[in-house]
C-alpha cells in the first residue's frame, strides 16, 4: 500500500483525489494547501510517504519552490505534478527540479492512478501534451542553433566522458532514439545502451528524460 501526499489548493480536489486513491488500496498520509503546509505535514510523516501529488500554482509556496526542497530533502520520496499548466518554463523547471512525472488535471483517474504505481517502479512518466511541448522545445533548440549551448552543458558534468559518450549525450540531446543513435554511429543498439547506462553512472541522472533537460538547460 502506498503512502500518499496531496498538494494542492483545490480543496474539492483534494477531497476527490483522497477518494480515488483510497478505494484503489493507497492511504493518504496528509492533505495540504501549499507548499508550506506540505513541508510542515513532512516533517513528522516524512518516513511513512512514499509519493506526493504536487500542483505547481498554489498561493504561497508553490509547486516548483516545493520541489526542489522536497528533493533535497526527503530525496526518496517521488513527487506526481498533477496540474492545469504544461508550458516550457514549469516543465523544464519542474522536471529538472526533480518531479518524477508530469501529469495535467484532465487526465482521468486510470491514467492518474497507472501514473503513481509506474513512478512507484520507478518509471517516469509525462502527459502526452507535456512530452509533445518538451520534444518541440528541444527541437527549436537545435533549429535555433543552440547545440553549441547543449555541448556547453555536457561539458559542464562531463569531466570523466570518454569522447564517444558525450557524442552520444549530445544525440540524445537532439531527440535521437537509441536505434537512431546507433544508426548514425554505426555500431549495435546493444552497444549504445551499454554508453547510456555508463552515462547514466557518471551524471548521477538515471532516467532519460532528466538527463536531457540537464542537457538543454
Known amino acids: 500500500m502506498y503512502k500518499v501526499l496531496l498538494v494542492d489548493d483545490e480543496k474539492l480536489l483534494l477531497d476527490s483525489l483522497e477518494i480515488i486513491l483510497s478505494f484503489n488500496n ?7 494547501n501549499d507548499g508550506a503546509a506540505a513541508l510542515t505535514i513532512l516533517d513528522s510523516v516524512a518516513e511513512a510517504c512514499d509519493i506526493a501529488l504536487v500542483d505547481l500554482n498554489m498561493k504561497g509556496m508553490g509547486g ?3 520541489i526542489k526542497v522536497m528533493k ?3 530525496p526518496k520520496i517521488k513527487i ?12 523544464t523547471e519542474a522536471i529538472a527540479g526533480g518531479a518524477d512525472g508530469y501529469l495535467l488535471k484532465d487526465s482521468g483517474k486510470d491514467v492518474i492512478l ?15 501534451k507535456v512530452m509533445m511541448r518538451l ?16 555541448s556547453d552543458n555536457i561539458g559542464d558534468f562531463s569531466d570523466n566522458m570518454t569522447e564517444r559518450e558525450k557524442e552520444i549525450c549530445f544525440l540524445m540531446a537532439e531527440g535521437l532514439t537509441n536505434k537512431q543513435i546507433a544508426d548514425r554511429l554505426y555500431i549495435s543498439e546493444g552497444t ?15 532516467d532519460r528524460v532528466k538527463l536531457i533537460v540537464e542537457l538543454k538547460k
Open 26 to 32: 493507497m492511504e493518504i498520509i496528509g492533505k495540504a
Open 192 to 206: 549504445v545502451k551499454n554508453y547510456i547506462s555508463n552515462i547514466y553512472d557518471k551524471t548521477g541522472i538515471h
Open 135 to 150: 520534444t518541440a522545445l528541444m527541437n527549436s533548440n537545435v533549429s535555433n542553433g543552440t547545440d553549441e549551448d547543449c
Open 114 to 128: 497507472g501514473a503513481v504505481n509506474n513512478i512507484m517502479g520507478g518509471i517516469t512518466v509525462l502527459d502526452r
Open 80 to 91: 506526481l505534478v498533477l496540474t492545469t499548466f504544461y508550458d516550457d518554463r514549469n516543465i
Open 72 to 74: 533535497e530533502k526527503y
Open 64 to 66: 516548483i519552490e516545493l
